[in-house]
């Protein structure tokens, strides 16, 4: 059984800097794309961005330059360094593994940028 489990939310002000983290367990293969999407109030969920287990990386536009995302494969995390947070980034972040055509989520950690 996949289970992801995410870190790293919180309140942030603007401008500021939040890591987010999250680890996967169970057996799975090694050839997947795990990643982060986010969904604000009324709002779809969203891509945020996404890492291969080869390393290729994609991106929302509206988080280019300011978010990275990394893989640690020895330790099944992804991780989602945001820089220069906007009051607009505030959301539920939910962790997101894709293996072939299944697909995993973790339960959300909550994101809320404002002064």
């Known amino acids: 059984q996949v289970q992801l489990v995410e870190s790293g939310g919180g309140l942030v002000q603007p401008g500021g800097s939040l890591r987010l983290s999250c680890a996967a367990s169970g057996g799975f293969s090694r050839l997947n794309v795990m990643g982060w999407y986010r969904q604000a109030p009324g709002n779809q969920r969203e891509l945020v961005a996404t890492v291969s287990s080869s390393g290729t990386t994609n991106y929302a536009d509206s988080v280019k330059g300011r978010f990275g995302i990394s893989g640690d494969k020895a330790k099944n995390t992804v991780y989602l360094q945001m820089n220069s947070l906007k009051p607009e980034d505030t959301a539920v972040y939910y962790c997101?593994?894709?293996?072939?055509?299944?697909?995993?989520w973790g339960q959300g950690t909550q994101v809320t940028v404002s002064s």
């Open positions: 997101n593994l894709k293996i072939g055509p299944f697909e995993y």
